[in-house]
């Protein structure tokens, strides 16, 4: 596939992403267990995202971004109106290319998110979601400031940087001497999902590939059986809140379409499963959003016997009560 | 230095050891956080050896010492007496090497320490720790079967498989653009410390080395200091279990006592603090005994403003009840 006219994604803009990333953005391991492949009967790689700055993959996307912006408008800054990793992994960009960032939150948000996005230096703008509208002080703060939205995945900049992730997987799936067959990602808006599936099945034939979403929420296999964009019904309000986002995105829709691309759920507990063997197994922490496809793997949703199989442990920013339900006994 | 002909062990062993376990053992990332730099004011490199095959740098020790041994020694298979990772890691030595191993137990060693050996394919055998001498019934052990003994750290194979990690550092450090200034080892029969700290010292001009024990229970630091192996008066019996062995190796301060090292020592609590710091800022899994160098950089008992550190986390295979109580809100 090349590159979408359109859309502006494909493996050529990933291939650009990898080259403004390097030396920026960690090289994650590709992490193997020998006990988890025989949990599972086949081959597990597993891209530990949760070690990437920032503890998420989601400074790939912001950072990717930023860099292909102009020197007047990299100068001017970025802004976003995500509280989560997506939140700090604009802060940490803006810091790493040194130019000023806001990041426009809830008034409620979680302390630590708000001295999270403050230590990367950026300025955190509050709203009140009972009476105020984030897009609309989000585009008050664009407007006078003269400053750029970077989105969380409505962007193909945002998903060619995620996708320099299956590019990863790829160059260390084969210093390993293996060529992945099947691959899971956890899915929200899609941004991660669209470039790893893009860059990976462009580097191997005939990819089994799947996304993996909370259970009852699935809107982007909902909007891929559909052809176009579902949003979930409600915000799941579960553990899983870093694949809990509202819609799917239509960019990411349009490009996991011209993958096969099976869907399939985990539900909290399986989430929190997955958590706890990624914690026994593989010794990484990471958060039950981004443990789902691993999730899918334990419970069998995905027949992987004999198989090998690449996942992203994409995030590890848990609540430490979580983390302690999830590491029982 | 060159390699010592009493002993058997310096660079040179270190380096073939690093040949010997290419492709076979993980060559562990070496992780950087600038919060956790912005917390002790200095750049600390840590290298997470909890991503290692069996969650600890153990099985590099093991697997040197396997494949160093003639063929029929091989075939002969291998033993050792400990319960912990060492135990582990030369089950899973074994396997990789496909010869038979035998690992000596207490009756009450911990279920899961006994699944782990057996699950690598290690044949496990129990002696009663209030009548029976460990060494004796491994002594019959090797007797009977022909099989040879791998000691956790009085050996200097397994004091140069350990060494790699110090070479992997050495190396890392460089493709950051990086030169250590300090480096802190976990410390107990010392196989660990006397293999990073030759490699490193080795690598880098004018080093500050640290062990670091627990409190109380210094034995290296007290051998170092009258130039003869001490034991600890009692087993700790806290936390640091990975570092809480009763005696000082004496091959192990053969080496170290070449160095200038100053010995640090940690408490339980602690200990506990640089796990929740590691699960944190790193995400990674990381058993107390394996923070003790975190926690003595966390708590300023060496001072390492403006300096580069490295660090070892040294392994990941942690009680669930105490990771909870370290991980707390």
Request: proline share 6%; aromatic share 4%; net charge negative.
């Amino acid at each position: 596939m090349t590159d979408d006219p359109v859309i502006g994604f494909g493996i050529d803009a990933i291939r650009e992403a990898a080259k403004r990333l390097a030396g920026r953005a960690v090289r994650t391991p590709l992490l193997n267990s020998p006990m988890l492949d025989d949990l599972v009967g086949g081959r597990v790689l597993v891209k530990a995202e949760c070690l990437q700055l920032t503890g998420s993959f989601k400074v790939r996307g912001a950072l990717n971004a930023l860099l292909a912006l102009d020197e007047d408008a990299r100068r001017g800054g970025i802004v976003t109106y995500s509280a989560g990793n997506h939140g700090q992994a604009v802060a940490a960009a803006a810091r790493l290319a040194d130019c000023p960032a806001v990041v426009v939150m809830p008034r409620d948000a979680p302390r630590i998110k708000v001295d999270n996005c403050r230590w990367w230096g950026a300025e955190t703008v509050f709203y009140d979601p009972g009476t105020e509208d984030r897009e609309e002080v989000t585009g008050k703060i664009l407007q006078a400031r003269g400053m750029t939205l970077i989105p969380p995945f409505e962007d193909p900049r945002v998903m060619a940087g995620q996708g320099t992730v299956g590019l990863e997987i790829a160059e260390q799936a084969r210093e390993l001497g293996l060529a992945p067959d099947t691959v899971l990602v956890n899915c929200s808006g899609g941004g991660l999902a669209s470039g790893v599936i893009t860059a990976l099945n462009h580097e191997f034939e005939g990819l089994a590939n799947h996304i993996v979403e909370p259970a009852g929420f699935d809107k982007m296999a909902r909007s891929l059986a559909i052809g176009r964009v579902c949003a979930n019904p409600r915000p799941p309000g579960g553990v899983m809140d870093a694949i809990s986002g509202p819609v799917a995105g239509a960019r990411p829709l349009a490009v996991l379409s011209r993958h096969d691309v099976t869907g399939l759920t985990v539900t909290d507990e399986e989430a929190l499963a997955a958590v706890a063997v990624a914690h026994r197994l593989l010794k990484i922490v990471v958060e039950p959003g981004a443990a789902a496809s691993l999730a899918a793997l334990l419970v069998g949703k995905a027949d992987v016997r004999g198989r090998t199989v690449a996942l992203v442990a994409s995030g590890g920013n848990v609540d430490p009560a979580v983390y302690r339900r999830a590491v029982s006994d």
